[in-house]
């Protein structure tokens, strides 16, 4: 008897279990973005490249950096039922843009994305005025890797910054999320 009634009350937890919804793939941390960020010619890494999530290119509701392979720090926590813009940047670099990321329940991977390297004056476009800012103190080092002028973050201003900004000259930004 005591045996039939652990079967019978298996079976019913069996039989209820069954019956509650289950989210079978959630993600335990909510609703987020993730993906990566590297920027071109960077010699140094991928590190401290600023991500955010705005609502239609409004207000910010996320922000992370990257880790020197590119990956996003930490994922971008976000509201649910949602569509975002994200968006990366870096001082000298044109910035990267993803429309119309939707998220659910759930982690969404937006990928990779390559940065262009050119823009020291921070107008989002690589012109003349960009290429006379590194001929102005072209050949000098000691320059820390906050400097937009050395693009490729390696302490000097040289030959490498202008042909990644020459390379790209006429670009502008935001450039499509895509590497």
């Known amino acids: 008897m005591k045996i039939q009634f652990h079967r019978l009350s298996l079976i019913m937890v069996i039989i209820l279990a069954s019956l509650l919804p289950i989210s079978v793939g959630a993600d335990p941390n909510g609703p987020s973005i993730q993906g990566s960020a590297q920027r071109q010619g960077a010699q140094t890494g991928h590190a401290n490249t600023i991500v955010t999530a705005s609502v239609d290119g409004g207000e910010i509701v996320a922000t992370t950096k990257t880790a020197g392979d590119g990956t996003f720090i930490s994922p971008l926590q976000v509201p649910a039922s949602g569509d975002y813009v994200v968006n990366a940047h870096y001082a000298g670099y044109l910035q990267s843009q993803k429309n119309s990321v939707h998220v659910e329940e759930t982690a969404v991977d937006i990928g990779a994305t390559k940065l262009v390297g050119g823009d020291v004056n921070g107008d989002n476009c690589i012109n003349i005025l960009d290429i006379v800012a590194i001929i102005g103190v072209f050949d000098t080092t000691s320059w820390p890797a906050s400097e937009p002028k050395d ?22 930004g935001p450039t499509t999320w895509a590497y």
């Open 151 to 172: 693009i490729n973050d390696d302490g000097a201003v040289n030959i490498l910054d202008l042909t990644l900004a020459a390379g790209n000259f006429t670009r502008c």
